[in-house]
């Protein structure tokens, strides 16, 4: 199973600030069709998972354009500019190169 | 608008069962792998299992195989989760999720439900 590894656990910014997640898989996502197979999500409590950028870069219709992901083949960052306190929130990436899809463990973003 | 409704979780004893439903609406439900997702408390997200737009394949997560079972009912526009010998490490909120893509398993989870809230304790 590819194991996915995100850092840090946790992190503490303020308002307007710029944030940094990592998100790094034990084989490579990349296909030959030049797409990684990896996805960001939003977690808040007491909502539905929402998909926040898919193929490793592409940011889904609606997702302000603050978050931004980036990478390819075994490593990958999501990031977060200019800081709103509406995105409190977990950050998970998943690999679904494969079957079994797998997370990482999650990123809580606290503001 | 897309709508994935979960319902049937609920307080169970070691051992026991559950089924677990989830109701589609607003996209070709045909169309789409399906599947479940787990978030057991404080813990990160657990793919549970998948199943193809037309029943034909499923998989399941080491973990719960031999112990669920995925099925889909496509004239009701829902797909199940049965629940047997249950653990209380399978204690989570439930999801279900589909793939984006068009009869493409390889492919992001565009859209959740709330999810159902499966405990599981004596």
């Known amino acids: 199973d590819i194991v996915m590894t995100q850092s840090p656990d946790s992190l503490s910014v303020s308002v307007g600030d710029r944030a940094t997640i990592s998100c790094k898989s034990s084989q490579s996502l990349y296909k030959s069709n030049k797409k990684n197979y990896l996805a960001w999500y939003q977690l808040k409590s007491g909502q539905p998972p929402k998909l926040l950028v898919s193929w490793a870069s592409v940011r889904e219709s609606g997702v302000p354009d603050r978050f931004s992901g980036s990478g390819s083949r075994t490593e990958f960052t999501l990031t977060i500019t200019n800081l709103q306190a509406e995105d409190v929130a977990v950050y998970s990436c998943q690999q679904y190169y494969e079957i079994p899809y797998t997370f990482g463990q999650g990123t809580k973003l606290e503001i | 608008e897309m709508q994935l409704v979960e319902s049937g979780g609920g307080l169970v004893q070691p051992g026991g069962f559950l089924k677990l439903s989830c109701a589609a609406s607003?996209?070709?439900?045909?169309?789409?792998?399906m599947n479940w997702v787990r978030q057991a408390p404080g813990k990160g997200l657990e793919w549970v299992a998948s199943?193809?737009?037309?029943?034909?394949?499923?998989f399941l997560v080491d973990s719960v195989k031999g112990r669920f079972t995925v099925t889909r009912d496509n004239a009701q526009k829902s797909i199940y989760l049965h629940l047997y010998s249950l653990r209380a490490d399978d204690t989570a909120v439930y999801y279900c999720?589909?793939?984006?893509?068009?009869?493409?398993?390889?492919?992001?989870?565009?859209?959740w439900g709330r999810g159902t809230l499966v405990s599981v304790s004596s």
């Open positions: 999720a589909k793939n984006s893509g068009q009869s493409d398993r390889y492919s992001p989870f565009d859209h």
């Open positions: 199943i193809e737009e037309d029943g034909s394949a499923n």
């Open positions: 607003g996209f070709t439900f045909t169309g789409c792998w």
